[in-house]
C-alpha cells in the first residue's frame, strides 16, 4: 500500500541517531520518555523539599526570624505547587511511560509524538514557574490560588501570574498525556489480554488518565479565568464588579478533589504489583481492587465542598458532602483490606520494596483516618486551616503517594536499567524515610489539635508548640537524610553493579518477560496472553488449577489451548499477529524520532513568556508552534524506506 | 477523540457555569437586554449548523471515493465556519463599539471568555478542514484514510454542539436580563 503524502520541506534532517542529545531531543520512545519525566521530577523533588526544610527550619523554634514573611509565604506556596504537579504527578508519568507499554505487551504507547510532547511541554511549564524565583517574585498564594486572594488587587506582584500561566501550561502537557494513556490501554492490549487480564498498574493508570482528562480542563478554566482577570482585566473575581469570591473555590475544588485521587491511584496500582510479587500469592480479589479504584474514580467528583465546610454553604450542602466523603472512605478501606488479604498466608519476603509497600499500607491508613474525621463539619470547623489537615494530606501523599512511588522506584529499577539497587542502602533509606517521616508529621496532628493555625511564618514562645515543631524539624532533617542515602544508592550501585536477569523478583506480569533493559522494541514477539498474571502461569504452569476453579479452565493445564478462541495458538510460535506492519514489511517497525513535538512545545513555553511579560511575544511564539504542528501532521510516523 | 472531547466537555461546562452562576449579577449595564441581538446571531447559528450537513456531506462522498464532490463540501465547511467567524468578529466589534468589554461588567467578562473560547475553537477547525480540504484535493485523503475526516469531523459537530448550548444559555434564555433585582436600591439608596 502506498500512501502519497505531504510533507513540508525539512528544515533539518529527521534525527536517527540513537546516542547523543539530539536523540533524546527527538525521542518518541516510551522509555526514554519516562526516563526524562523521572529525572526532571526527581530534580524538582530535591528543589521542593529543600523549600520544606526551610520552611521547617524557620517553624524550629519560636519567634523565630530566619526567614521573612513574604518569603515564607512563597516557599510553602512553590512547596505545595511543586510537589503536587511538578513531582508526584511526573513521578507517576514516569512510571506510566515506562510500564504502560511493557504491561499490556505492546512496542510503544498510541501516541508516541504526543507523548514527547506532553513531556516537553511538561519541561517548559515547570521551567516557568520556577523562573519566578530567579526574579524575584515567586507565588505566595498558597498551592490553591484561591481568588481574589491571588488577584491583582489583593497581590500585585508578577507571582500568582507565573503561577497560574504555568499551570495552565503544565495542564496541556497532563490533558495530553491522559490521552495517550487511555487510548494505549483500551487498543494497544496484547491479543488475548481482555480488560480483566491486564495488570492492575494499568488499572489504576487508566482509571488516573480518565481523572486527568476530566480534571484538568476544569482547572484551566479556573487557570484562564484568573489569567485573564490578572493579565487583560476582566471581572471574574472582582467583588468590586460582582464577583463572588466562593467561585474560585468551587471551581478548583471540582478540580482539586478528583486530583487527589490522580496523586493516589497510581501509588496504589504500585503497590498491588509488589505485594502479590512478594507474597507470591495473585492478587487477593482483584476485580474488587478494580472496581474500588473505579467507585473511587466516579465518587471523587462528589466531595470536593468538603474542603469548602467552613465557607458557610449551608446546612443542606454540608451535609451532602459530609455523606458523600464518609462514603468515598469504603471503597478506599476495601482496598486496604485486599492488601492485607494479598499478605495473608503468603511466602513473604521482607526487601526493600516490600518495605515500603508495607509502610505504604500502615501510613495510608493512618492518613485516610484523619481524613475521615473531616469529612464531619463540626469536626472540621475546628481542624481546618490548622495542623491537623497539614498532617492529614502529608500522611496521605508522603506516607501514601511518595511511598508506594519509592517502593515502585526499587520494585522496578532492575527492569529499567539491568542492575539491582544495593539492598543494605535501600533499607538504610527506608527506615530513615518511615522514622523522619512520622517525627515530622505526627507531631503536626498534636499541634493542630492545639490549634496551631497553618500558613504563619512564626509563632509566640508561650503557645506550648515548641516541642513539637522541633521534632517535627529534626524529623525532617531526617526525612532529607534517607532521600540523600536514596541519591546515593543510586550512584553507588551504579559503581558497583549487580547485574539483575529479566525477573530478578520472579515477577508476575509481563514486563517481566523481556530483558533488562528491554530492547527499544520491549518484544520481540508480542506475547499471547491467557490468564490474568500470564507470565507466571507460563513459569509455573502447575500452579494454574490452583487459581483456575471452573471446568473451562481446568481443560487447559498447561497452555495447550487458549481461553480466547478467537487466536489459533499456533500463532504464538509464529510470531505477533496483531500488528499489520509486521506482517507487510517482514520485521518490526517502530515510530520514526521527531523534532517537531520539541519545537511545539517551545511554541507554547513562548506563549507563556509572552503572557507573563508582554503580548507580543505571543507573536514570537506563534511561528514555532504552527511550525511544530504543520510539519508533525505532515510528517509520516515511518519514513519511505 | 471521544476521550478528548469528554475533556473538552468539562471545559465547556465549567465556563457555562460560571456563565450562569454570575448570570443576572452585573453591577452596571450594558445588560444582556440591551444588547444582543437575537436575530442576527440566529442566522449566524443556522450557518454553523448548515456547516455540520456539509461537514456530513464531505464525509461521504470522500467514503464513497468520489473526489471532487468530497473536497467541495468540505471546502464548505471551512467557507460556513468562516462566516460564522465573521458573524461573530462584527459582532464583538458592534459590542465593544456600544461599551460592553471584558472589563465592563460579569456580563461582559463571561460573555467575551465563553463565546471567545467557542471562536477560538471554531478557527482551530477551520484552519484543520482547510488542510483537510487542500489534501483531499491532492489526492491524500481518500476512502481507505476518511477516519482522519471523520475524526475531525467529530470534532467539528462537538464545536457546533456547545454552540446550541451556548446560543441557548446566553441568547434565548437571558435575552431579558436587566439589572438584578434591588440593584438601583443598593446603588442609589
Known sequence: MTIKSLTLPQLFPRPKSSTGIWSWI???????????????????????GIEALLIRAQLASAENDLIDPETYNQLFTMHGTTMVFLVIMPLSAAFFNWLIPLQIGSRDVAFPRLNAVSFWIFLFGSLIINASWITGNAPNGGWFGYAPNSSTTFNPGMGMTYWVVGLNILGVASIAAGLNFIVTILNMRAPGMSMFKIPIFTWMTLITSILIVLAMPVLAVAGIQLQTDRVYGTLFFDSLGGGDPVMWQHIFWLFGHPE???????????VSEVLPTFARK????????????????????????HHMFTVGLGPAANTAFSISTMLIAVPTGVKIFNWLGTLWGGNIRLNTPMLFSISFIAMFTIGGLSGVMHASPPTDAQQQDTYFVVAHFHYVLVGGALLGIFSGIYFWWPKFTGWFLNEKLGIVNWALMLIGFNFTFAPMHWLGMDGMPRRIYTYAENMGWEGSNLAASIGGMILGLGILVFIINVFYSKMNKQIAGSDPWDGRTLEWSTTSPPPPHDFDVIPQVRYRDDFWFTKYPETISEYFHDDHDQAVPSGAQFDDHDHDPLVVSGGADDHDDDHGHGGIHLPDMSYYPFILAFGIAIFGIGFLTNTYIIGIGAPFFLWGLIGWSMEPVNDPE | MWAFLGSDVMFFGAFIATYLVYRGKSLNGPY???????????????????SSLAMVLGLHYVKEGQKNKGTLWILAVVVLGAVFMGFQFVEFREFAHEGLTPRTNLFGTTFFILTGIHGAHVTIGVIWMAFLAYGSHK?????????????????WHFVDIVWIVIFTVIYLISANDGPPAGIESILHG
Request: hydrophobic fraction near 55%; aromatic fraction near 16%.
Open chain 1, 282 to 305: 495473585p492478587l487477593f480479589g482483584y476485580p474488587f481492587v478494580v472496581f474500588a479504584g473505579a467507585v473511587i474514580g466516579f465518587m471523587g467528583w462528589f466531595v470536593w465542598s
Open chain 1, 26 to 48: 527527538g525521542t518518541v520512545d516510551h522509555k526514554r520518555i519516562g526516563t526524562l519525566y523521572g529525572i526532571t521530577a526527581f530534580i524538582w523533588f530535591i528543589v521542593g
Open chain 2, 139 to 155: 489526492g491524500a485523503l481518500r476512502s481507505d484514510n476518511a477516519l482522519d475526516l471523520e475524526i475531525a469531523g467529530l470534532y
Open chain 2, 32 to 50: 444582556p437586554s440591551e444588547i444582543l441581538n437575537i436575530p442576527i446571531t440566529s442566522v449566524s447559528t443556522f450557518v454553523l449548523l448548515m
Open chain 1, 260 to 270: 487527589v485521587y490522580i496523586l493516589i491511584l497510581p501509588a496504589m496500582g504500585i
